[in-house]
């Protein structure tokens, strides 16, 4: 498949947000609000508060996904409703580096928003993915778009990395001032690589499912009917939904181990660091990640294909597994180092696949609901395991162990995942009718 100009500039989209995702989220934030935001608070309860930070931001996005979504639907709005949260993501992420130390409440406050921007503006982000590609190229330009994603992320990434630890080099007085530099310089790359999409993706004009839905004699969409119509969407799919058990089944099992992963990735710096691990240490490690993550990701896709997807995404859960396990143990940074080459090696596969898996046992007549639905799942997903760290940073003895539940939720997504027949969910979804 040769890519159009148009495709390029969508994907470049990931490339531009990623490196929040990176640079901001996994890395510098947790240990600036550890060392320098938090100054003179208990880590644990530090720990409580960037975990409800992150529930918090998820739980927003989660309320108003189906809104955007029936706003975005009502036309010619998703580029526009997508700047306006970037634009949120962007200027809460610049407004960072003016945080002064110890503000703890303010720099949650301002980190939350900005997630709230940068997973609201994603909602968006992925409805455009119709209007650049055909149905049978979705996974190819999806996975372009990851692809730039690992890069984009990691150049930057890398480049404030270097900003931090040789602050000097680059006319910096200190790392503390190079963290909010770091800041500032995400905020501007997220801004700039935003540009070809605004510019050159056209927006499409209705949804076709809400196109199905229009009456005849519906001229004008006030903004109360377009909310109106945006819930009765959701209930529909969720009507859908009960018609095929094992797309349901599939659902809760996800629901439980993506949560875990997405936990493990926002909340393993602020774990290292409260267990006595250097920053730089810690900062590399994610650099480890990112660099492999892609590769490791495309590996996973080949035993699929030779091997079948369940038995690959059981090996990919029970890494994170082992991974949580043996992070209540871990004292050294060659230890944190190695669970991240297996945090690499099952990151992206586990995510990608269990994309496709969903994909084979939806109707794909409703495609883009059912997707809409997934993703409005995985960012309410996003919200127990963080709750569940802080819970435990609060209540235990060794904060090291704070980490023994999110075990569990993988544990419970692999054993709800083993009861899912995809055979008959194939099935199911081929002979679905409404």
Known sequence: MKHSGRVYAWAMYDWANSAFTTAIMVGFFPIYFKQYFS???????????LGLGNSAASLVVFVLAPLLGALADAGNMKKRLLLCFACIGMGMTAALA???????HVAIAI?????????????????LLSAVARPRHYQRVSSLGYALGYLGGGLLFLFCVLLVTMPQTFGLDS??????AAFLLTALWWLVFSLPLMLFVKEPRYNQALLAHED??????SPRSVLVRGFMELSGTLRKIRKLPVVLLFLLAYWFYIDGVQTVAVMAVDFGLNIGLESNDLITALLVIQFLAFPCTLLAYGLAARFGVKPVLYILIGVYLVVTVAASGMTTSNEFYLLAVFIALAQGGLQALSRALYARITPARYAGEFFGFYNMFGKFAAMLGPLIVSASALLMDDIRFSVWPIALLFLIGACLLMRVNIKQGEADAKAFRL
């Open 175 to 180: 790392a503390a001032t190079a963290i909010k």
């Open 39 to 49: 100054y003179g608070i208990d880590p644990a309860t530090s720990t409580a508060w």
């Open 216 to 221: 005849s004699d519906a001229g004008e969409r």
């Open 98 to 104: 003016f945080v002064d130390k110890g503000q703890a």
């Open 111 to 127: 980190y939350g928003a900005s997630v709230v921007g940068f997973l609201g503006a994603n909602v968006l982000y992925d409805s």
